[in-house]
């Protein structure tokens, strides 16, 4: 029998791979637990198309400290975090595995995140959310800090208004609701913030580096050096950056060829926003023009992005992931799959869908048609039936 083997798992974009992911794949790799990533294909949570594809993000984790690298479909990728951490723990702990979610967070102490986790799945913040439904013009986000003050004070508040405190949060709570083998491993987020640049010595985030990559901006000395090789390469035979902006036409024309009832249908729609979007998807002339008919204090930029792709990919409401499809490993990384008791079917190749549940096939056909679409945001497409056609990364 095979011994079972511990995993480190971290549920990630790599959009790029910057100096903070190779700190965190390094203190991974120091557990001498395999380390497994649970990757977001080519649309990410921010509803935007990845700069660099699935594939190339892949191998640059494989070649920075990954043994493993499964898919997070399109469904979760493009969610907002409740539903991208449920995702992605999902298919952590459908290995089968023990060992530990690793997630980096701006306070990174469990002291701190376990009580708000808790109080957010009581019964105790549903009657303190429902208390705040008369203040009218302001955010979920918002409302949620204004429960979680009234049940443990302003000191855990604040947890929630710092991006990713909010996802290791959620983390919590799904490895909580699932009963997951996996142990959470918060890590401090080091370097600059999502919403400011780098200062002199730190690492530049993921956001300051996408803003360069699509201004043309240099790199050097500024990632990983496999990352500035990959991205290079890329940008030389026109397969980066993935652009929103490059998709502009094609989503305000599907958003204008869409009836009043099918912007219900989208996820995570509510509190009339379908109406909002709908009405500007009949005036707005740009992408920016459209964000900004449908800005207001009670929906994030975020959020309406994703809703804007969901609509144009044409993204169901979806539960929970139903297959574990592997983009990428290392001999480390097969044995994994060896030791593992899987709780949902494995997918190496892509013809091995052909024998999954009807489910399963209709998510992977949307993340095809999804790729085929991906492709028209780069500055030279490829042709339809990558995802089809992409063999298993291997290294």
Known sequence: ????????????????????????????????????????????????PAVLDKWTRARLALENGADLVLELPLPWAMSGAEHFASGGVT?????????????????????????????????????ALKKTEE??????????????????????????????NILAIEYLKALKKTGSSLAPAPVPRIGA????????????????????????????GLVPERTEKALTDALRLGRAPGSLQVLERPILSKLRSM??????????????????????????????????????KRYSHA??????????????VSGLPPYLRVLGMNPKGEQVLKSASPALPIAIRPTEFQRLS??????????SRADDLYALSLPLPYPCGRDQREALIKL
């Open 135 to 164: 203040e009218e013009g302001i955010s979920f986000a918002k409302r949620r800090e204004k429960a979680v003050e009234a049940l443990l004070g302003n000191q855990f508040c604040a947890l929630l208004r710092k991006p990713n």
């Open 358 to 367: 009807p489910e399963s096939q209709e998510i992977y056909q949307l993340e």
């Open 1 to 48: 029998m095979t011994e079972k083997m511990k995993i480190s798992a971290v549920i990630c974009e790599l959009n790029p791979l910057h100096f903070g992911h190779l700190r965190l794949l390094s203190l991974m790799r120091e557990t001498q637990n395999a380390v497994v990533c649970v990757l977001s294909g080519n649309f990410v949570q921010r509803g935007e």
């Open 91 to 127: 298919l952590g702990n459908a290995l089968g595995l023990e060992g530990a979610l690793y997630f980096g967070c701006e306070d990174a102490d469990l002291s701190l995140l376990e009580p708000v986790s808790n109080a957010l799945l009581s019964p105790e913040f549903s009657e």
């Open 303 to 316: 959020r309406i992005r994703r809703l804007v792709l969901s609509a144009f990919l044409e993204v169901p």
């Open 193 to 220: 913030g999502h919403d400011r640049k780098a200062k002199q010595g730190e690492f530049h985030s993921a956001g300051e580096l996408r803003e360069m990559i699509l201004n043309e901006k240099p790199l050097s």
């Open 259 to 296: 009836p009043k009832e099918a912007f219900s249908a989208l996820p995570d729609i509510s509190e009339g926003l379908e109406n909002k979007l709908y009405l500007a998807s009949r005036k707005a002339g740009s992408l920016e023009e459209l964000f900004a008919l449908c800005k207001s």
